[in-house]
């Protein structure tokens, strides 16, 4: 399962940003997760509580947010959104198409317990 790397890489860094802004301890992660991110958000969410034992995120909300497969059309630059398996141009039906979302695994937001 190789959601529990990604998940300590996104600890790492968000323990250098929870650092970086001096907080005691992360409340809530809030990611966006494209379809064709090759992360199965479902897994992710399993691995998190693990992953973030003993760091400052034990115990943090970890929210995602699916992020839609957007494609440009080479032929009638049309931006649309696509299927992850069908990424057609909806306008004029071309496959000549270029990936512009979908792909993505993005920190959104990090909800930070500051020390006063």
Known sequence: MHELSICEALLDE??????????????????????LSGVEPALLRQAFPLA???????????????????????????ENEAAP????CAACGSCHTRLLG??????LRLELDLDD
Do not use: S
């Open 102 to 107: 979908g792909d993505e695994l993005l920190l």
């Open 52 to 78: 973030a034992a003993a760091t400052c995120a034990e115990g943090a909300r970890l929210e995602i947010e699916p992020a839609p497969v957007r494609v440009y059309c080479l032929d009638c630059g049309h």
């Open 14 to 35: 968000v323990e250098r940003l929870a650092r970086a802004q001096g907080a005691r301890r992360v409340g809530r992660i809030v990611l966006r997760i494209g379809p």
């Open 85 to 88: 398996n069908r990424l057609l």
